[in-house]
């Protein structure tokens, strides 16, 4: 039976040690193991192993080494555990082993789905300017069930995703002031769908922000529009000409009153 020969420290990992034994040719490296796991099975020079105890020992330091992963994994910030489950699967651990480390990680309570998913929407809602909608998905795609999903949702009230879409059309409307006020409010829509609001919300933020403008500066918006689109028809036919520039600016949400006056004044000049 294969007897342990010598334990040493190694150099650049102090909590790991490693066993040198003698199989019945002289002695040998044989494995590497934890502290805890040294401690634990009582490795010490002279102790006969076995095969069965051999493959215990290695389990359990396989244990310990993902464990200690997953620690240094979650030492960085909150993880859910299916990010942690994906970590040490991505740095092939076996699924035994994990689910073993996962248990442990309860235990120590260094797993938490329900307080991942509050802190996790807490952040959002104060970081960024993303929907219920949006975080909602984000939850998902990091494993939390849809009851802690919407449990956690709680944390963020409707006023505040509603500031928070209000002060989005803002600083969009002013982005988007060379466009009709019709375009400006699909756009508006659009973005606000995509950050994920809901139609409640994105309403009630559009009528919030104002949208319509004077006439002027919906002329001067045409005129910018038009001024691009006449690069691409100016050298049409006449009637072509106004057909093309009165479809591409109808499109870009202009009335047919303020195209006709301005294709009007165009004539003028």
């Given at each position: ?91 092939e651990v076996e699924e035994p082993v994990i689910q073993e480390v996962i248990h442990k ?76 006020s019709k375009i400006i409010k699909q756009k508006l829509e659009q973005m606000l769908m ?76």
């Open positions: 039976m294969p007897i342990i020969t010598k334990i040493t420290v190694q150099k650049k990992k102090t909590d790991r040690y490693n066993i040198y034994m003698d199989y019945g040719k002289g002695e040998e490296y044989a494995f590497s193991v934890d502290e805890d796991v040294l401690i634990k099975h009582q490795l010490k020079k002279g102790l006969e192993l076995d095969e069965f105890a051999l493959s215990e020992i290695g389990y359990k330091d396989d244990i310990r080494k993902a464990y200690n992963t997953a620690i240094q994994y979650l030492s960085r910030r909150m993880r859910s555990e299916t990010e942690v489950r994906k970590h040490l699967a991505e740095k990680l309860y235990d120590y309570k260094f797993l938490n789905d329900e307080e991942f998913a509050k802190a996790f929407v807490r952040t959002q809602m104060n970081t960024s300017d993303k929907g219920k909608g949006l975080i909602r998905n984000e939850l998902r795609e990091k494993g939390i069930s849809s009851k802690l999903i919407e449990e956690a949702l709680e944390e963020y009230p409707m006023e505040i995703e509603l500031d928070t879409a209000i002060k989005l059309c803002g600083k969009q409307a002013q982005k988007l002031s060379r466009d009709s995509r950050k994920g609001f809901n139609f409640e919300i994105i309403q009630a933020a559009i009528a919030e922000t104002e949208l319509e403008k004077e006439e002027d500066e919906e002329m001067a918006a045409l005129k910018f529009q038009a001024e691009k689109a006449k690069r691409k028809y100016v050298k049409l036919p006449k009637f072509e000409y106004k057909q093309k520039m009165k479809q591409t600016l109808f499109r870009k949400g202009f009335s047919f009153d303020l195209i006709a006056q301005y294709l009007n004044e165009e004539e003028d000049i």
